[in-house]
């Protein structure tokens, strides 16, 4: 009854997370969503088979779901599921930065706007480090060499002399990782587009965290902070009350007399899509009624 309960609440839990990111672009995929009631009617057939033959018929399936064949997963995409989790890490990182200001400084100062500077790589003398604990990495006891170590080596590498100072609280931060992920947590890079996976979901990121605007901005272009922050798979992340350096602002007038709505100014950014710039619009001015499509 226990692997039942997991296994339900597993599911239960997939469904809702995918329910809440799709319901801000469109909504659940209606394949995907009977797919979902196929398969678990497959599964659930030897425990319940009366209650599964009546999904059977509902699905519209001909045949009895008892001669059906079992249902052949496909491969995992392990790339999807690490962007996932990005994007999930980035979604609670953000949500924890925005409660934490809000309570110090007020409601009034909550911040409206994200930026969030990605990096595809790690500065040298963390890349150094992490090159090094890769091959130190014990796979049979998962473990690393003791702290003392690790310290005396890392002073011998030329890249990480200047650093030594951070270098044991980036291995500290490396193996808690490592004990959490696993060696993946040691990659050099990250497999997947991080720009892409927050330029894709950002309505979904505006919307949850309650932000006006979320951006992607590669570590490059920020400051010395940004650059020496950013790693791989965690970008650096800097909130505002007011939209940082748009590339342009439209300005709306309402000529309608004896209307509420006088002026909207809306933030725009290079490649922006028109369902962005709407989003945005609804955000800023929640009593306009723009159409979805």
Known sequence: MTEYRLFRVVLQATRDRYREI?????????????????????????????????????????????AAPWPVADPVDENLL??????????????????????????SQRPRYAVLYVADAYPPWQRAILSWMRGAF????????????????LKTLPEVAKNMKKAMTFVQGVKENVDAKGVQAMELKTPFDQEKVIRQNNLYLEKSLELVGVRAVPSSCGDSRAQE???????????????????????FRNPQPACGHFTLRVPIHNAETVREIIARIRTLDEILSIPSK
Request: glycine share 6%.
């Open 138 to 153: 014990d796979e049979s006891t998962k473990t690393f060499p003791p702290n003392k170590e690790i310290a005396a080596k």
């Open 22 to 66: 799709t319901s801000f672009s469109g909504g659940m995929h209606q394949k995907l969503v009977f797919l979902y009631v196929e398969t678990q009617a497959l599964l659930m057939a030897p425990i319940c088979p009366h209650v599964c033959e009546c999904v059977w018929a509902l699905l519209g399936k001909e045949g009895s779901i008892v």
């Open 229 to 251: 922050e950013a790693s791989p798979g965690k970008p650096h992340l800097v909130l505002h009350t007011t939209d940082p350096q748009p590339n342009a602002v439209i300005e």
């Open 82 to 107: 690490k962007s996932f989790e990005f994007l999930t890490d980035c979604a609670r990182t953000t949500r924890h930065r925005i409660r934490t200001l809000t309570e110090k400084k007020g409601e």
